[in-house]
């Protein structure tokens, strides 16, 4: 292995006394609403303006490199901006406490969605959020498209990656490899996509630590190996082990769900809205452990709750393995598959970090994967109006109606069952955001309330 050099603080400790940055984390991970921008940003204010222990440049450089992996990019700069201050422990520490709250929050919402989701009441909630919801996505689409689609062909690679996956029914995996494929074979022809488009200004305070003292690792095989080895194992040994409960639980839905959140963990480029679309089409029409209504329902909770929006899957798992437990007890099925669906969304993310850090100066110059990086950053624009798509459609209309011919796979709403609240409930989300710059928390919030109020006016009358 090469040789290790872990920088120290003038006192003889770390870089940071790891006391110090594990509640400087844990202040940051009960902050971390409002999506990757916001955590992002709650990171820069804590890191580089409030503690100074980073430089705005360098903050910068680990975030372009989260940009370049799949999963939630703010947790992954946790781990990493947790890694350069206090090594491996800090990572695991950053990258843990990011997620602990909003897991333990979103657990507990999902139990009283179970337990009490048919009730009059929190029906009228969800009648108030889920339309809220749709205007959110909305908003994303047209939050990342000012971002990405900066150059013609870009437009064209998300309009057809929405025409790929709306009409065609092509699999999210494919669209996003595909993309991949045609942003580097674009960028020959077209310089300009391999450009790295900047996150912010390159300038802030002056960190109280050099660049130079901060933690770092010389790459090696036998390090990476060695990485490898013990991230896989840790990886794959919960969902081995469920495998051979499996005989004796009498289901198979925690392999079933063990196996595809593994796989959707190391295709989620682009963040969480992204992969929401492939996991709803796969929850609802593959595996039903969801009804197409209730994805959005799991998104309306995650957004309430801290931590990245990619949790929403641990709210389908517990819905899934409580209608489908076997033998076990539904809320212990319920429990055992969060955990589990938890564990192989996130391990992923420490060992990509963990794995790339020392290798980063290499990456973040790599023209070709910046420009792959590109194509796949403007498919995921498709790839979230296909998601605004399929939540309008099972959230404004009662009923919906499938067209199959030939390569055609199309899902289309009854126009006559189309929901008069929904739609109103929808138009006042959508001026809030885009009308007012509300965030989504203070939207949801608004929203739900005006479900209540429809049906405490519908109760009196």
């Not at 975030?63 to 201050?85: D, H, K, R, S, V």
């Amino acid at each position: 292995m090469g040789e290790t050099r872990a920088s120290r603080h003038p006192t003889g400790g770390d870089v940071i006394p790891l006391g110090d940055a594990t509640r400087a984390w844990f202040a940051i991970s009960l902050q971390t609403f409002g999506g990757p921008a916001g955590q992002i940003a709650v990171m820069q204010h804590k890191l580089v303006d409030e503690k100074r222990w980073i430089g705005q440049k360098r903050f910068l450089h680990a975030l372009n490199y989260c940009m370049l992996l799949p999963g939630p990019e703010a947790q992954q700069l946790a781990i990493y901006t947790g890694w350069l201050l206090n090594g491996i422990r800090g990572g695991l520490i950053a990258g843990g406490l990011f997620v602990l709250p909003g897991m333990v929050a979103l657990l507990a919402l999902s139990g009283i969605y179970v337990g009490y989701g048919e009730t009059d009441f929190v029906n009228a909630l969800f009648a108030g959020v889920a339309p809220a919801v749709i205007a959110i996505v909305v908003h994303a689409v047209q939050r990342v498209g000012k971002r990405a689609l900066h150059h013609p062909a870009l437009v064209a690679l998300a309009v057809a990656s929405f025409v790929a996956l709306t009409v065609f029914a092509v699999p999210f995996p494919a669209v996003v490899f595909t993309a991949g494929l045609l942003g580097w074979l674009l960028s020959r022809r077209i310089p300009a996509l391999r450009e790295t488009k900047g996150h912010g200004a390159e300038d802030g305070p002056e960190p109280l630590i050099s660049d130079e003292a901060l933690h770092h690792e010389l790459p090696s095989l036998r390090r990476s190996a060695g990485v490898i080895a013990l991230g896989l194992t840790l990886w794959g040994a919960p969902v081995v082990a469920f495998v051979l409960l499996a005989g004796v639980t009498d289901t198979d839905v925690f392999v079933d769900q063990g196996l595809f959140f593994s796989g959707a963990a190391v295709v989620t480029f682009g963040g969480a809205y992204a992969v929401l679309a492939y996991v709803a089409q796969q929850a609802v029409g593959v595996y039903g452990w969801l009804a197409p209504g209730e994805m959005v329902r799991g998104l309306a909770l995650a957004e309430t709750t801290p931590g990245p929006l990619i949790m929403v899957v641990q709210f389908v798992a517990f819905v899934g393995a409580y209608r489908n437990p076997g033998s076990l007890d539904p809320w212990v099925a319920a429990v055992l598959a969060s955990l589990l669906v938890t564990w192989v969304t996130f391990v992923p993310c420490f060992l990509f970090v963990l794995l790339g850090a020392p290798y980063v100066e290499r990456l973040r110059d790599n023209q070709h994967l910046t420009a792959a990086l590109t194509g796949i950053t403007a498919a995921v624009v498709g790839v979230i109006a296909n998601l605004a798509v399929f939540f309008a459609l099972h959230n404004l209309f009662d009923r919906s109606r499938d067209v199959d011919e030939g390569i055609v796979h199309l899902d289309l709403p009854v126009l006559d069952s189309w929901d008069p609240v929904a739609f109103a409930i929808t138009a006042v989300a959508v001026a809030l955001m885009f009308g007012r710059g509300w965030s989504p928390l203070r939207t949801l919030g608004a929203c739900a309330l005006i479900g209540v109020g429809v049906f405490v006016v519908g109760a009196v009358s």
